[in-house]
């Protein structure tokens, strides 16, 4: 069966000279839209399927930015007396109805929404993202790697959606430098509080990215005449700048390296420690 708004398996079975046809299960042939030149017969392809202005159906290659069950931050292009509509990809835009709005929306602006489809099968978007998400991470494991996708800043961090499924934070104290909404990352689950939300940590430092980073400085100092002017004195955009990492995980390798007197660190610069004789 056919998932509309979905992405769909699809077996490529006719192209003529003007069109690509897909078996469609229950709805038979279907023209498939946005195809590659080098696409053939007995192909299975992953296909967007969705309804259009005149309720047509229609498959294409092309990558809408989001499907049913998923998060965007999205771009407000018009409004009517129903709602906002946003661009989401697809030439039907996508709407946003004032009742699932925070605030108000004018052309040009985004909002993190989250796709779902109403009574009607159709998809809608909110900003109300709390009511689709699990409230707690009870599935979750800490340290288990997850995708995130930043959705809003408040005065503790940054509140970012996990998996598509959980809503979780990052702390300000533990950024270099802020983050941007709608911006996708890889992260890490730090803890799972007693009322069961949850925090999140982008920056892990195990024994694996620890000796990653130790590397990354040793290499550097090696290759910058065994000195460099940054230490754990240095501002945090410096260090994310130069190894992509938090001051905090920045001054862990740091000490690391020092305890193994690797190096020497002054206020202002990093220094490869003389060779013991």
Known sequence: MLKFYQY???????I?????????????????RETPE??????????FVYLDASDEIV???AKPYA?????????VVSSSERGTYLNWGLPKDLLLPFSEQIGSMCSGDF???YVYQDNSQRPIATMKIHKYLDKDGEELKI???VDLMIASESDLGFKAVINNEYLGLIYHQELARPLKIGTKMKGWIKGIREDGKINININKLD?????????????????????LNISDKSPPDLIYQKFNVSKKNFKRALGSLYKKRLITISPNFTELAPEEE
């Open 67 to 75: 499907q049913i069950g998923e998060c965007a931050y999205l771009e």
């Open 207 to 227: 024994d694996e990215t620890r000796d990653e980073l130790e590397e990354d400085i040793l290499a550097q100092l090696k290759g910058n005449g065994g000195r």
């Open 16 to 32: 003529t000279e003007y069109s690509v046809f897909a078996d469609a299960h229950e709805h038979s042939a279907l023209p498939l």
């Open 111 to 113: 909002c993190f929404v």
């Open 143 to 145: 340290n288990q790697a």
């Open 8 to 14: 769909n398996a699809l077996n490529i079975t006719e």
């Open 38 to 47: 080098d696409i053939k017969i007995g192909d299975i392809v992953q296909a």
């Open 59 to 61: 498959a294409t290659m």
